[in-house]
């Protein structure tokens, strides 16, 4: 081979491989454009829901229920809440971002699963990391029609580090004591007659637990009253 061949093989190369980490290093940027990775949560022996189908489990039951970090978030009026302002209902918390594709894809059920559920008992906390604010939620809750879930957000994404939800959408069930009983990350359509069927019994199980002597309800957008 002679040179001027094998210099023009070696650049071919060279171009190639920066072609490749130059897409890695765009998705990279997509994909922690709003805050950076975080580590993986520590896992246990669990048991599955599966649907009659027999497809992937959508929930993983924790054989027994874990601590769940203080979160500090605001409600869509920009008052500060944690998760003890839910203590005393079952609470569906799921940690997602506007620029995620399967978090866009999977928030209508769960704006339906709150709308059959939702109430005293249960509440569906869909709560973002936009570090566009607010405003980036608006405008996506108006583009696909969420009329049940209330409002939430965590602009420093400091929840999703903490609850080490290293993928999203992460989707934690918090018991009435405010700990972790079952976790799932990915999406999932979380009212279909399965998954209703589940929290129902989730319900169901709590029912007879203590609640609180004194318990706080938020409203709509998410404000104890």
């Known amino acids: 081979m002679s040179s001027r061949l094998r210099r023009l093989v070696l650049r071919l190369a060279v171009g190639a491989a920066g072609g490749v980490l130059l897409g890695f290093a765009i998705a990279a940027l997509v994909l922690y454009a709003d805050g950076p990775p975080v580590e993986p949560a520590a896992t246990g022996p669990a048991t599955a829901l599966v649907s009659p189908a027999g497809s992937p489990a959508v929930v993983t039951l924790h054989e027994a229920p874990r601590p769940v970090p203080a979160l500090r978030f605001e409600d869509g009026g920009g008052r500060p809440l944690t998760l003890a302002d839910f203590q005393g209902r079952l609470v569906l918390l799921n940690i997602w971002a506007t620029w995620c594709g399967p978090c866009r894809a999977e928030m209508p059920t769960l704006d ?53 939800a290293y993928g999203l959408p992460t ?55």
């Open 171 to 225: 989707t934690l069930l918090i018991d009435r004591e405010g700990r972790e009983i079952a976790r799932h990350v990915g999406p999932a359509e979380w009212d279909t007659p399965t998954m209703t069927v589940f929290f129902r019994k989730q319900l169901s199980r709590e029912a007879g637990a203590a609640r609180p002597a004194a318990t706080t309800t938020p409203n709509r957008e998410g404000t104890p009253s």
């Open 112 to 164: 339906r699963l709150q709308a059959t559920l939702g109430g005293p008992d249960f509440e569906v906390v869909a709560l973002s990391i936009d570090r566009a604010g607010m405003g980036a939620v608006d405008q996506f809750y108006a583009e696909i029609g969420v009329k049940h879930l209330s409002r939430y957000i965590d602009v420093t994404a400091t929840s999703a580090r903490d609850l080490g």
